[in-house]
């Protein structure tokens, strides 16, 4: 089994600067089309079987750029989602992004996972969906050939990734990072998941990332 953890491409909230976490209608730009296209002609090389997406308007035009190409339907997954902002969802302004900004710092940095914006999710609330459907997955096709394609967040990669793959930490994400519209592929093994390949960049099965 392998999954491709990609990220959608370029949206509206984006380059509007909105936190956009919710069911607002921030789609893609036409860059962000662009991006998914040429996602989907380089994911048409390997023989995908499963596609599934975050249901934020993003990230399905993504998937369903993708799906078009590859004859898959795009089966959407709220535990995909990007991180809920309470509050702060839907906003612009200074003090908003001050608010994401403590919150990444928290988690990602402090490991205070109880922490979260008035009306959001915590690290732990992410966690339990998150894993949980990787999971699922790693249970139904584990032992199989499927090859599954994951449409998701950087947010949510950022803070998740490391915990579901076992060679991902601060070190690989701050080198490649998850630009718009790019993946990384990763292999069930005996040891579980890990990843092979970020970006076109070969990664080693056995690298030990640092936490």
């Not at 001050?98 to 915590?122: A, H, M, T």
């Not at 592929?185 to 998941?193: D, I, M, S």
Request: charged share 20%; hydrophobic share 35%.
């Amino acid at each position: 089994m392998k999954i491709y953890f990609a990220r959608h491409g370029e949206s509206l909230a984006n380059t509007l600067n909105i936190i956009s976490n919710r069911d607002l209608p921030h789609g893609l730009t036409e860059n962000g089309h662009y991006q998914a296209r040429r996602l989907a002609d380089t994911l048409a090389k390997y023989p995908i079987t499963h596609l599934f997406s975050s249901p934020l308007p993003r990230a399905m035009e993504t998937g369903q750029i993708i799906g078009g190409r590859l004859g898959l339907a795009v089966t959407a997954s709220a535990a995909l989602k990007e991180y809920d902002c309470g509050v702060c969802e839907g906003r612009s302004d200074e003090a908003a992004w001050q608010g994401w900004q403590s919150l990444f710092n928290d988690w990602y940095e402090f490991q205070r996972y109880d922490v979260k914006i008035d009306g959001g999710e915590s690290f732990h609330d992410i966690r339990r969906r998150f894993t949980s459907f990787i999971d699922d997955l790693m249970e139904l096709y584990s032992d199989t050939q499927a090859e599954i394609v994951c449409i998701s967040h950087g947010g949510i990669y950022c803070m998740m990734l490391p915990l579901v793959v076992n060679n991902i930490g601060r070190s690989l994400i701050s080198r490649y990072g998850f630009q718009p519209a790019t993946f990384l592929v990763t292999e069930w093994q005996n040891c579980g998941l890990v990843c092979i390949n970020w970006d076109g960049h070969p990664i080693a099965p056995e690298t030990l990332d640092s936490p």
